[in-house]
Nanobody
Framework: QVQLVESGGGLVQAGGSLRLACTASGGIFRSCAMAWFRQSPGKEREFVAGISRSGGGTYYTDSVKGRFTISRDNAKNTVFLQMNNLKPEDTAVYYC?????????????????WGQGTQVTVSS
C-alpha cells in the first residue's frame, strides 16, 4: 500500500518561512518523480513545484520562483518544499503527489499517488 504523508504546514506571517515534508511508504519513492500542488478555497488545484526521479530536474510555477525550493532525500523517502518570503496568496492546502516516471509534469492527472494535504495559512 502506497502512502504519502505531508507535514510542516501551519500559520505564519507574511514574509515568514515554512518547510513542508512528504514521506512515502510502500517502497515507491526512489522510482518516482515527486511534486507539490496546492488548492485554495474556490480555486482549482494548481502545480507548485516538481522534482524528477533522478533529482536532476526541478520545476516551479512562476509565482513561487525564487521563493520556494523543492528537494528530495532518497535515504529518508522524503521530498521537501522550503517556502520563504511567504505571501497571503500562498494560503492553501498543499498536497504531495508521486508518479513512477522520471519527469514531473505540471498536470495533476499524470500523478498516481496523492497525500491528504497540509494547511498553510499566511497572515498579512
Amino acid at each position: 500500500q502506497v502512502q504519502l504523508v505531508e507535514s510542516g504546514g501551519g500559520l505564519v506571517q507574511a514574509g515568514g518561512s515554512l518547510r513542508l515534508a512528504c514521506t512515502a511508504s510502500g517502497g515507491i519513492f526512489r522510482s518516482c518523480a515527486m511534486a507539490w500542488f496546492r488548492q485554495s478555497p474556490g480555486k482549482e488545484r494548481e502545480f507548485v513545484a516538481g522534482i524528477s526521479r533522478s533529482g536532476g530536474g526541478t520545476y516551479y510555477t512562476d509565482s513561487v520562483k525564487g521563493r520556494f525550493t523543492i528537494s528530495r532525500d532518497n535515504a529518508k523517502n522524503t521530498v521537501f518544499l522550503q517556502m520563504n518570503n511567504l505571501k497571503p496568496e500562498d494560503t492553501a492546502v498543499y498536497y504531495c503527489a508521486a508518479r513512477p516516471f522520471e519527469s514531473a509534469p505540471m498536470t495533476q492527472a499524470f500523478y498516481n499517488y496523492w497525500g491528504q494535504g497540509t494547511q498553510v495559512t499566511v497572515s498579512s
